[in-house]
């Protein structure tokens, strides 16, 4: 199947908000920090937004009125839950399938749709999407045992990155397989897939520069928008940081990256928020993108956009599941303008709230967002935000300028966490 023979789902948008004469309800499955951000979104939209968490105590459950208990993998539940909703959307796309049936054969619209969202659960189904639209893949494979993780990887080259189908995010879920004498160390992988009759994803490792991360938006109407192409930062395979747009820019690389997120989300009917993370090469014959993982909700990647971007990516998720008309993407500091986006990761600091008045005063141009989580070791909790733009008569922020406010927000960030005492 080729993109233009790719089919391309009806996502209609069906909202009950104007019978009844008030406020659209969305509802939310997933009760971390990203339901939570979508709150403040929601009372600039005069959005009625309701959740469902699976405890009291959740990061979204704190600030979000209108909570009601359960587990998002209950079919009883969530059809409750969704009863009395406009539309229903996601924190994760974890939710399982047959949830997501029951959702279906009740009538309520699921922005994204369980056809589109089978992307974002299962990356072997991912992967075979983006080769049949003919987007640049890396080496791939499904994998059965290891002996054919064996031949995969003497086929492409060691090492080899294996990954779990389901399931992983930040990291969780891949392994780095380095020879073909330590892939029998994946046995217990094997042997877990076998019980769920399926396959591991090998892939070849890519020699990348950077990774990239772009994102669109599309409308239940059909209606797309794309922010900048940004450059993410990972640590122990966990998304730190995030400058955006991706500075050093490869003209037709941000191209293609905005043109390959265009395309997923239209090819497979996504509506909400798409991330397209990808790997860039910069020299040589392989010199490119390639596609690394979706996600059809906000992401990490995005965050930047809350303060950086005339619309954040949360209002603009709402508004899109809502077939509501689409914001600017535009960056507030103008087309040579940055934001520079840091993760908050739990660590020495029991209470954050204890470092945010020294953060603030070291870099007062610091956006400090916490998510009411317990601060564990490597546990996100929060983010900030600096943003930039250019000094009068210059086109674009100076790359020195721009090292400077990475560093405001590194030692921000450090301060709130308390892994530095520095001044």
């Avoid at 600091?349 to 870099?363: K, N």
Wanted: charged letters at 20%; proline letters at 7%; aromatic letters at 4%.
């Amino acid at each position: 199947m080729t993109a233009a023979e790719a089919p391309t789902p009806d996502t209609a948008p069906h909202l009950s908000a104007a019978a009844r004469g008030d406020a659209p309800r969305v509802g939310v499955l997933g009760d971390g920090q990203l339901a939570r951000m979508m709150a403040p979104a929601a009372v600039e939209l005069g959005v009625e937004l309701r959740l469902l968490a699976g405890r009291a105590e959740a990061s979204a459950a704190r600030v979000i009125p209108r909570t009601t208990l359960g587990d998002y993998r209950s079919v009883e539940d969530v059809t409750a839950f969704a009863a009395d909703v406009d539309v229903v959307t996601f924190d994760h796309e974890h939710v399982p399938a047959e949830v997501l049936d029951a959702l279906t054969a009740q009538g309520t619209p699921l922005h994204p749709g369980p056809e589109a969202l089978l992307y974002a659960q299962d990356k072997l189904a991912m992967r075979r999407a983006v080769e049949q639209l003919g987007l640049p893949n890396p080496h791939w494979a499904a994998v059965h045992t290891v002996a054919e993780l064996r031949d995969f990887g003497d086929d492409t080259g060691w090492p080899v990155v294996l990954k779990t189908p389901r399931g992983g995010y930040d990291g969780k879920g891949v392994r780095i397989i380095d020879s073909s004498a330590s892939a029998s160390a994946a046995q217990d992988w094997f042997d877990r897939a076998a019980e769920q009759g399926t396959g591991l994803l090998a892939e070849e490792k890519i020699p990348f520069t950077r990774e990239l991360s772009a994102q669109v938006a599309r409308s239940a109407v059909g209606e797309i928008r794309a922010y900048p192409v940004v450059e993410s930062t990972q640590t122990d395979g966990v998304c730190d940081i995030v400058v955006a747009p991706a500075p050093r820019s490869h003209p037709t690389h941000m191209e293609d990256a905005a043109s390959i997120a265009r395309l997923i989300a239209e090819k497979l009917g996504v509506t909400g928020m798409l991330a397209v993370e990808l790997f860039e090469i910069t020299d040589g014959e392989r010199a490119g993108v390639y596609v690394n993982e979706l996600a059809m909700r906000p992401h990490n990647s995005g965050h930047w956009s809350m303060d950086g971007a005339v619309t954040g990516q949360f209002e603009q998720h709402l508004r899109a599941v809502l077939g509501l008309p689409l914001g600017s993407t535009a960056p507030i500091g103008g087309p040579g303008g940055r934001t520079v986006m840091k993760n908050l990761f739990g660590a020495s600091a029991s209470d954050l709230h204890a470092g945010v008045p020294e953060a603030a005063r070291h870099a007062p141009e610091a956006k400090i967002h916490l998510y009411g989580k317990e601060p564990r070791p490597g546990r996100k909790v929060g983010h900030v935000n600096v943003v930039l733009a250019p000094e009068p008569g210059e086109v674009a922020v100076a790359a020195a300028e721009l090292d400077r406010a990475q560093s405001r927000a590194l030692h921000a960030a450090a301060l709130i966490t308390g892994t530095t005492t520095d001044d």
